[in-house]
Antibody
């Protein structure tokens, strides 16, 4: 059974940095694109970033461009989200999610981590 | 950016009833639309992809239809575990992938 375990969340001051991790198992991690999706408290879902299976291309929602970096280590089956210049509006539960299709992205999210809460507050 | 608008915001029904949830796109997304179910404290679950295909392990009471700008998720006979929040999501024109604001399906 596919497993995704999110970690790294916490409380950080505005302007601070944080790195989230997503440990993947029970599937061929290096063959699938991966996403980060977030959910602000009491709000809906917002796609944040995508990285291709081999790390060759990365895509972001406009609100995080230049501040967040998605990366992966296929030797460790781990996805990362490096978050800099954090703002209060970045407060959310962050989920990693597996793309549905091997190699070329389907753009659907068929397995999700449990989420990790990031709180940006002074 | 494609905006998805879901209606109604809240739907109150009883177990055994039929649920019909709607999602309208600001421009055509062809059939590139998915539906997810989210329960409190849990990660979302993929129900339907490409407008009408059930994801692995999803019961047959869930069905999706539509194309272009208008889509529907139907739950034929509600089970107690179906009461949750439902989101639509498009992958037609990305980045960004976008979600609707959600429909809360609550017990009447």
């Amino acid at each position: 059974q596919v497993q995704l375990v999110d970690s790294g969340g916490g409380v950080v001051q505005p302007g601070g940095s944080l790195r989230l991790s997503c440990a993947a198992s029970e599937f061929t991690f290096s063959s699938y694109g991966m996403h980060w999706v977030r959910q602000a408290p009491g709000k809906g879902l917002e796609w944040v970033a995508f990285i291709r299976y081999d790390g060759s291309n990365k895509y972001y929602v406009d609100s995080v461009k230049g501040r967040f970096t998605i990366s992966r280590d296929n030797s460790k089956n781990t996805l990362y989200l490096h978050m800099n210049s954090l703002r209060p509006e970045d407060t959310a539960v962050y989920f990693c999610a597996k793309d549905q299709r091997v190699v070329e992205p389907a753009g659907y999210f068929d397995y999700w981590g449990q989420g990790t809460l990031v709180t940006v507050s002074s | 950016e494609i905006v998805l608008t879901q209606s109604p915001a809240t739907l109150s029904l009883s177990p055994g009833e039929r649920a019909t949830l709607s999602c309208r796109a600001s421009q055509s997304v062809s059939s590139y639309l998915a539906w997810y179910q989210e329960k409190p404290g849990q990660a979302p679950r993929l129900l339907i992809y490409d407008a009408s295909n059930r994801a692995t392990g999803i019961p047959a009471r869930f069905s999706g239809s539509g194309s272009g700008t208008d889509f529907t998720l139907t739950i034929s006979s509600l089970e107690p575990e179906d009461f949750a929040v439902y989101y639509c999501q498009q992958r037609s024109n990305w980045p960004p992938y976008t979600f609707g604001q959600g429909t809360k399906l609550e017990i009447k």
